[in-house]
């Protein structure tokens, strides 16, 4: 399985941008801040790391002078987002909570939560995954914003399945059916989120319920996933099922999926069962 922390942030690259240049605002260094941070996430999506870096700095530099001129929950919470992004844990932190000593507007729910997931990421970074789980478990059946529900949670399932692997026997498989349900319940209220089947199809694998993660590996890619990382991942997914599929089954039960599978491979154009077709590229 590949690892779950790096998605994470590739998730969360394009996710944030969204909601934080959507808002409007007067042209201020607050303006400022906003169009340097958007542009560092676009330069991160194409990989051009050093740019993106002098980017996330110059929003560090304009969201210091806003505060400094006119303090607010917003400038804070733009400083701290800028510091995640160039890895100053501690000051992210701070950032964001003077982001939340200040308040928030009513109307800048998104704002707030968008808050609360940094803090929780800061946490995280710094060595607190349970006061961080918590937060995000919190976001998950608090927040309304569909893309922070979805950052909040890769995160807490990316914590709770390395704790779950972590232990043996009774307890890891007792944590991975309570995540299951966690996931199913997230993928109930936003059915046509691909992420959340994705989620399921992981956790089913790692309870050796290969049948139905490939379900839910196919509902995500036909849904749609939000990297080209999880794409890939996803694909190579259904390519382990297949194999471990084909040494388990039965042989009637085995020609039966065989069949289903090789039709759903048709579809995608793989030019054999094992070779996904952005392998030919």
């Not at 710094?126 to 059946?141: H, K, P, R, V």
């Not at 990382?229 to 388990?248: A, G, V, W």
């Amino acid at each position: 399985m590949s690892n779950l922390k790096q998605k994470n942030r590739l998730l969360a690259i394009l996710f944030l941008p969204c909601l934080i240049i959507s808002f409007s605002a007067c042209v201020s260094h607050l303006y400022d801040a906003k169009y340097f941070y958007a542009e560092g996430q676009r330069l991160s999506r194409n990989y051009q790391g050093e740019n993106a870096v002098a980017a996330f700095k110059k929003a560090r530099e304009k969201a210091e002078l806003e505060v400094n001129q006119h303090p607010s929950s917003q400038a804070y919470m733009i400083k701290g987002l800028a510091e995640l992004n160039l890895e100053i844990w501690d000051e992210a932190e701070d950032s964001f909570l003077k982001a939340f000593a200040y308040g928030f507007e009513k109307g800048e729910e998104w704002a707030e939560h968008l808050s609360l997931f940094g803090l929780a990421s800061s946490l995280q970074e710094l060595g607190l995954e349970g006061a961080s789980a918590q937060i995000y478990e919190y976001m998950l059946s608090k927040s309304k914003i569909r893309p922070i529900t979805r950052l909040a949670a890769q995160r807490y399932t990316d914590i709770s399945l390395r704790l779950a692997l972590s232990k043996e026997g009774k307890e890891g498989s007792k944590m991975l059916s309570s995540l299951l349900k966690t996931a199913e319940k997230l993928s109930d209220k936003d059915l046509s989120c691909g992420y959340y089947h994705y989620l399921q199809s992981q956790i089913f694998s790692h309870l050796s319920e290969y049948r139905k993660s490939f379900e839910q590996a196919v509902m995500a890619r036909e849904l749609g996933l939000l990297s080209q990382e999880l794409f890939r991942d996803n694909d190579n997914q259904i390519i382990y099922i297949y194999r471990n599929l084909k040494k388990e089954l039965p042989l009637d039960e085995w020609k039966q999926f065989n069949k289903i599978y090789l039709d759903w491979i048709k579809r995608w154009r793989w030019p054999e069962p094992e070779i996904p077709d952005w392998e030919k590229e």
